[in-house]
């Protein structure tokens, strides 16, 4: 990002009317062209929100990083260079480097680190910190030649990684990737002693975007994606399927092939990690099973669901699986190794992220891996990342036997055996509940989304309540699905935030909710903060249905309206805990 592009960025910013995202930058350089690209890429993050960013003093790392610990921001960043740990390590200090002070150095970042470590353990209880340890090189201090590593560099770096193997243990500390920055703002392209020396900010335009760019996106985690449709022939594995025949196909050293064993095993990973893995292909059904069955293939096939093999358009299998998958287009990424099937599918689905797999370019396998891993990653995996995709294979199952039953959809859900528990422990706060209540759309009482601390505020208010509900059934767990957050008042409750996963749909789960709620806080009715948005058609359905009429802001459901519209789960299991 050039800097005129950042400043325009940042002053269209100013003109919206959403609310604030405030960032703690703290750090002991002057922030100057920094502080300009982390709000630009902050504004392209946060597409609905001004951008706010607090500075602390220049020069004072140690103090700074106290006061990110104090002040009102939505997240804090640490960024740490080797003066900020010891003047002598920079350019503008007029300290001598002789030999014998190199032990005091070492003590002196030592010391220093330390005390940095443990404010940003302070601060990470409060709020997200992105940290990001030193990004320019060392001054030739040692007597060693350039090309050998000294004691003192190597006992620096060492101090480095022990506070980085630290602090990367609290949830809510994200340490910037060296080996990404490495590879985006090569270290010889880094600083600038011409602007250290006449303003304290040591970077060079392309490093100081580079940085912001990488540290915007610890700070705003963009939602991972959910799941891959790939092709087969020349992606999955190299060669025409009908024409090779099914040991034709490769993937391995001996037939040039291995790139698509790379692949494979990224595909595999995924799989691992809770990511739908599809498959749209033009081929024979009989064939693709068998190839799907070799024992050298790198995952399990049955790591792929649904199949749609067929000679139609690839759109419209990707359209059956989005179905299938009950997941929005841009959610989803497809991989094809033809121009013109993915220009197919992006014409029908724009939403959807169409990559080129590389046949021509071996070496481009790595860049995609990087790729998927950005697309797909996440800080940390839940318990629902692991159950989702056989979740989703039980829900075909059951649709198809719902399906053969003809009709008799209250005998089936009541043969369910449904178990359902209620969570109402704040403390500590789980991480489920913000990510279901920031990513789901359909059932959601009025779209509204939370930063990180703006929801432990919320939640971690005394007057609130958070109920959690987890389900499974005779079929098998789908995880925790439900989340309603709100207020008592006498025998009113006011809910603010309810949101309920798709795979929980057609349960009558949201009923045992609010009953659980009623009886939980012995209350009349519940009030409802609803406010309606362009996707939220499920939440506005069954407010009508138990309403009689179209749901409004505000809108009220008594004890007894539940007692006599409410579907109970028939026969459950429930269990709850305080």
Same mark, same amino acid.
């Given at each position: 990002?050039?800097?005129?592009?950042?400043?325009? =960025?940042?002053?269209?910013? /100013?003109?919206?009317? $959403?609310?604030?995202?405030?960032?703690?930058?703290?750090?002991?350089?002057?922030?100057?062209? #920094?502080?300009?690209?982390? @709000?630009?890429?902050?504004?392209?993050?946060?597409?609905?929100?001004?951008?706010? =960013?607090?500075?602390?003093?220049?020069?004072?790392?140690?103090?700074?990083?106290?006061?990110?610990?104090?002040?009102?921001?939505?997240?804090?960043? &640490?960024?740490?260079?080797?003066?900020? #740990?010891?003047?002598?390590? %920079?350019?503008?200090?007029?300290?001598?480097?002789?030999?014998?002070?190199?032990?005091?150095?070492?003590?002196?970042?030592?010391?220093? @680190?330390?005390? =940095?470590?443990?404010?940003?353990?302070? *601060?990470?209880?409060?709020?997200?910190?992105?940290?990001?340890?030193?990004?320019?090189?060392?001054?030739?201090? +040692?007597?060693?030649?350039?090309?050998?590593?000294?004691?003192?560099?190597?006992?620096?770096?060492?101090?480095?990684?022990?506070?980085?193997?630290?602090?990367?243990?609290?949830?809510?500390?994200?340490?910037?990737?060296?080996?990404?920055?490495?590879?985006?703002?090569?270290?010889?392209?880094? #600083?600038?002693?011409?602007?250290?020396?006449?303003?304290?900010?040591?970077?060079?335009? $392309?490093?100081? +975007?580079?940085? *912001?760019?990488?540290?915007?996106?610890?700070?705003?985690?963009? @939602?991972?994606?959910?799941?891959?449709?790939?092709?087969?022939?020349?992606?999955?594995?190299?060669?025409?399927? $009908?024409?090779? $025949?099914?040991?034709?196909?490769?993937?391995?050293?001996?037939?040039?092939?291995?790139?698509? @064993?790379?692949?494979?095993?990224?595909?595999?990973?995924?799989?691992?990690?809770?990511?739908? #893995?599809?498959?749209?292909?033009?081929?024979?059904?009989?064939?693709?099973?068998?190839?799907?069955?070799?024992?050298?293939?790198?995952?399990?096939?049955?790591?792929?669901?649904?199949?749609? &093999?067929?000679?139609?358009?690839?759109?419209?299998? &990707?359209?059956?699986?989005?179905?299938?998958?009950?997941?929005?287009?841009?959610?989803?990424?497809?991989?094809?190794?033809?121009?013109?099937?993915?220009?197919? &599918?992006?014409?029908?689905?724009?939403?959807?992220?169409?990559?080129?797999?590389?046949?021509?370019?071996?070496?481009?396998?790595?860049?995609?891996?990087?790729?998927?891993?950005?697309?797909?990653?996440?800080?940390?995996?839940?318990?629902?990342?692991?159950?989702?995709?056989?979740?989703?294979?039980?829900?075909?199952?059951?649709?198809?036997?719902?399906?053969?039953?003809?009709?008799?959809?209250?005998?089936?859900?009541?043969?369910?055996?449904?178990?359902?528990?209620?969570?109402?422990?704040?403390?500590?706060?789980?991480?489920?509940?913000?990510?279901?209540?920031?990513?789901?759309?359909?059932?959601?009482?009025?779209?509204?989304?939370?930063?990180?601390?703006?929801?432990?505020?919320?939640?971690?208010?005394?007057?609130?309540?958070?109920?959690?509900?987890?389900?499974?059934?005779?079929?098998?767990?789908?995880?925790?699905?439900?989340?309603?957050?709100?207020?008592?008042?006498?025998?009113?409750?006011?809910?603010?935030?309810?949101?309920?996963?798709? /795979?929980?749909?057609?349960?009558? =789960?949201?009923?045992?909710?609010? %009953?659980?709620?009623?009886?939980?806080?012995?209350?009349?009715?519940?009030?409802?903060?609803?406010?309606?948005?362009?996707?939220?058609?499920?939440?506005?359905?069954?407010?009508?249905?138990?309403?009689?009429?179209?749901?409004?802001?505000?809108?009220?459901?008594?004890?007894?309206?539940?007692?006599?519209?409410?579907?109970?789960?028939?026969?459950?299991?429930?269990?709850?805990?305080?």
């Amino acid at each position: 990002m050039k800097l005129v592009e950042a400043l325009n =960025i940042q002053k269209r910013a /100013r003109q919206r009317n $959403g609310e604030a995202f405030t960032c703690f930058l703290a750090a002991g350089l002057n922030p100057l062209h #920094l502080g300009t690209f982390l @709000a630009a890429e902050l504004s392209l993050l946060f597409t609905d929100r001004k951008i706010e =960013i607090q500075q602390g003093l220049y020069g004072d790392l140690a103090g700074n990083a106290a006061r990110l610990g104090q002040a009102e921001a939505d997240a804090g960043i &640490v960024l740490i260079e080797w003066a900020d #740990l010891d003047a002598r390590l %920079g350019i503008r200090s007029s300290a001598g480097w002789s030999r014998t002070l190199c032990a005091d150095i070492e003590a002196t970042v030592r010391v220093r @680190a330390s005390e =940095i470590q443990r404010m940003i353990e302070e *601060a990470c209880a409060r709020m997200p910190v992105a940290v990001c340890f030193p990004t320019l090189p060392l001054f030739p201090i +040692s007597f060693v030649p350039g090309w050998q590593a000294s004691s003192l560099e190597i006992e620096l770096n060492a101090i480095m990684q022990s506070v980085r193997s630290e602090i990367s243990r609290h949830d809510q500390v994200r340490i910037l990737s060296s080996q990404r920055l490495d590879a985006e703002s090569p270290i010889r392209e880094r #600083l600038d002693v011409e602007s250290e020396l006449l303003t304290g900010f040591p970077y060079r335009l $392309g490093h100081a +975007s580079a940085l *912001a760019s990488l540290l915007a996106r610890l700070t705003r985690k963009p @939602a991972p994606k959910k799941g891959l449709i790939t092709d087969l022939d020349d992606t999955l594995w190299r060669g025409i399927l $009908g024409e090779a $025949g099914i040991e034709g196909v490769s993937w391995d050293l001996d037939h040039h092939s291995q790139m698509h @064993a790379f692949y494979q095993r990224m595909l595999a990973a995924l799989a691992g990690e809770g990511v739908l #893995l599809g498959i749209a292909s033009k081929n024979e059904r009989d064939l693709v099973e068998a190839a799907l069955d070799r024992k050298d293939l790198a995952l399990p096939p049955d790591a792929f669901f649904p199949l749609e &093999v067929s000679w139609g358009p690839k759109s419209e299998a &990707v359209s059956r699986i989005l179905k299938t998958w009950n997941v929005g287009p841009d959610s989803i990424v497809f991989i094809d190794d033809s121009p013109l099937e993915l220009a197919e &599918v992006k014409a029908s689905h724009p939403n959807v992220e169409c990559i080129q797999f590389p046949t021509k370019k071996s070496t481009a396998i790595y860049d995609l891996a990087l790729r998927l891993r950005d697309l797909f990653g996440k800080s940390a995996l839940l318990e629902e990342d692991f159950i989702r995709a056989e979740s989703i294979r039980r829900s075909y199952s059951r649709a198809s036997d719902y399906e053969a039953a003809k009709g008799a959809p209250a005998d089936f859900l009541d043969d369910l055996r449904a178990e359902i528990s209620f969570h109402f422990d704040k403390s500590p706060l789980d991480p489920r509940a913000l990510e279901l209540v920031n990513k789901t759309n359909q059932f959601n009482l009025n779209g509204r989304r939370y930063t990180e601390v703006s929801w432990q505020t919320y939640v971690r208010n005394p007057a609130t309540f958070l109920l959690i509900a987890s389900y499974k059934d005779k079929f098998g767990p789908l995880g925790k699905v439900a989340v309603l957050a709100g207020r008592e008042d006498g025998k009113k409750l006011h809910v603010d935030t309810w949101v309920m996963s798709c /795979r929980a749909f057609s349960r009558r =789960i949201e009923f045992a909710c609010l %009953g659980e709620l009623l009886a939980r806080f012995d209350a009349d009715e519940i009030e409802f903060d609803f406010v309606k948005t362009e996707r939220n058609g499920p939440l506005r359905e069954f407010l009508t249905e138990l309403l009689g009429e179209a749901p409004e802001p505000g809108c009220t459901i008594s004890r007894q309206l539940l007692e006599v519209r409410g579907k109970p789960l028939q026969e459950p299991q429930e269990t709850t805990n305080g």
